[in-house]
């Protein structure tokens, strides 16, 4: 069982949303090259995002995306939720149809598992996240908006 890429870059994405829009909208451009992740990816799992509620988009030029809600209300199990994203460590997706139809021996080790992972994911916020990256070195590119544009640190505190 794993978390897939689908999950994890929508949770990083959020971070660097959550990062950076008291600077106003955040463009999804901005994200994938401080990021990495593919444009037309981003703007899959943000459909998805803003349909949950997750965000809100604005329009036009000086557009992107602002958090639909505050940073203390959204947490990580909703984004994960959001983009359709399965945290599941049973063979049966919670059917119970395991082995041939049959319920496995070890079903409930796999369901706790299940309800544990999801109690943890629902526990941190994406405030929570932000104020623990705060200050750390990460590996991104420059912000388009900060008007330095001629310097590309490859490490900055954000």
């Not at 959550?18 to 451009?29: E, F, I, S």
């Not at 329009?59 to 203390?72: D, Q, V």
């Not at 199990?77 to 063979?91: F, G, K, M, R, S």
Request: with cysteine; charged share 25%; proline share 4%.
């Amino acid at each position: 069982m794993r978390l897939t890429t689908k999950g994890r870059f929508a949770v990083t994405a959020m971070m660097d949303l959550a990062m950076r829009q008291t600077r106003g909208p955040v463009t999804l451009a901005a994200i994938s090259e401080r990021q990495h992740i593919s444009l037309s990816y981003l703007e899959q799992l943000f459909g998805k995002l803003r349909r949950a509620g997750l965000v809100t988009s604005v329009r036009g030029p000086g557009g992107g995306y602002n958090l639909g809600t505050p940073s203390t209300n959204i947490t990580v199990a909703d984004i994960i939720a959001a983009v359709d994203e399965p945290l599941d460590a049973t063979q049966c997706a919670g059917k119970e149809n395991c082995l041939d139809d049959r319920r496995c021996m070890t079903h409930d080790l796999w369901a706790s598992l299940n309800a544990k992972m999801y109690e943890y994911l629902a526990a941190i916020s994406l405030a929570d996240l932000v104020e623990h990256q705060n200050g750390k070195p990460v590996a991104v590119l420059r912000d388009w908006r900060s008007g330095d544009k001629d310097k590309i640190p490859s490490v900055i505190a954000v």
